[in-house]
C-alpha cells in the first residue's frame, strides 16, 4: 500500500510571499487532515476534510491560509501572506474514516526568513 | 479541551537498558490512542493503536498500555538499541468528534 505522499520536502521562502503543499492521500481514505508542528511541540490540527467537504477549521486562521480537497482525493494548503511565525512541518494525514488509524506523509519543511 | 502530556521530554539511556514513556491525558472519553515514532525531519510513523476497549497493544519489543480511568498510557520498549533513537508522541481520539490530541513527545537517545 502506497503512503501518503507530500510535496515539497522542503521550502524556504520571505516573509509576505505566497506558498502552496500539495497532498495525496492513500486510496479509499475518505478522512484528510492537515497539520503543523513547530519546532519542539506536537502537531496542531489545521483542517479535517471528509470526502471533499470540510468537518472542521477551527484552527486554520483563515486571513492568510486555505485548503481544499479535489474530488474528495488531493489536497492543497496555501499561505498567503507569509509570516515569520508560519515556520514549521506541515504534516498531511488520512485515515479510512474517521477514529481510524492514522497515516502520516513525511510532511513539508516550511522556513520563512 | 482534551490536554496531553508526556514526561519526561527527553531521555537518554545505554543500549539494552528497557524505557518506558509515559503519557497522561485528561479526558477520559477516547475513542483510541496513537503511538508515533518522529525520526529528524520527517513525518510521524505509527508503532501501535489502542482502541479504547483494549489494555494494551504488543508489536515486536513494543508493548502499549492503556488506563482509560486514570488517564494513562505507556510504552514500553525492551532491550533499546541506538536505531530506537527518535521522538515518540502520543495521541488520544476524542470518541465524540475523534480528534487527535497530540503530546511534545519524548526524545529519546539510546547511547552504543
Known amino acids: 500500500e502506497a503512503g501518503v505522499a507530500q510535496s515539497p520536502r522542503y521550502k524556504i521562502i520571505e516573509k509576505r510571499q505566497s506558498v502552496a503543499f500539495w497532498c495525496n492521500p492513500i486510496?479509499?481514505?475518505?478522512?484528510l487532515y492537515w497539520y503543523q508542528q513547530i519546532l519542539g511541540q506536537g502537531p496542531k490540527l489545521l483542517i479535517q476534510f471528509q470526502n471533499n467537504g470540510v468537518v472542521d477549521d477551527s484552527q486554520l486562521p483563515k486571513d492568510r491560509f486555505s485548503a481544499e480537497r479535489l474530488k474528495g482525493v488531493d489536497s492543497t494548503l496555501k499561505i498567503q501572506p507569509a509570516k515569520l511565525e508560519d515556520s514549521a512541518v506541515y504534516l498531511c494525514?488520512?485515515?479510512?474514516?474517521?477514529?481510524?488509524?492514522?497515516?502520516f506523509g513525511s510532511g513539508t519543511r516550511l522556513t520563512v526568513v | 479541551k482534551q490536554e496531553v502530556t508526556q514526561i519526561p521530554a527527553a531521555l537518554s539511556v545505554p543500549e539494552g537498558e528497557n524505557l518506558v514513556l509515559n503519557c497522561s491525558f485528561t479526558?477520559?472519553?477516547?475513542?483510541?490512542l496513537q503511538w508515533f515514532r518522529q525520526d529528524p525531519g520527517k513525518g510521524l510513523t505509527s508503532l501501535l493503536l489502542?482502541?479504547?476497549?483494549?489494555r494494551e497493544q504488543t508489536s515486536g519489543r513494543l508493548n502499549a498500555s492503556l488506563d482509560k480511568s486514570s488517564g494513562r498510557s505507556t510504552l514500553y520498549i525492551a532491550a533499546s538499541q541506538p536505531g530506537d533513537s527518535a521522538t515518540y508522541l502520543c495521541a488520544s481520539a476524542r470518541s465524540n468528534d475523534y480528534k487527535l490530541s497530540f503530546g511534545a513527545g519524548t526524545t529519546v537517545t539510546v547511547r552504543a
Open positions: 486510496s479509499g481514505h475518505a478522512t
Open positions: 494525514a488520512s485515515s479510512l474514516g474517521t477514529g481510524g488509524g492514522y497515516t
Open positions: 489502542i482502541q479504547s476497549s483494549q
Open positions: 479526558d477520559s472519553a477516547i475513542y483510541n
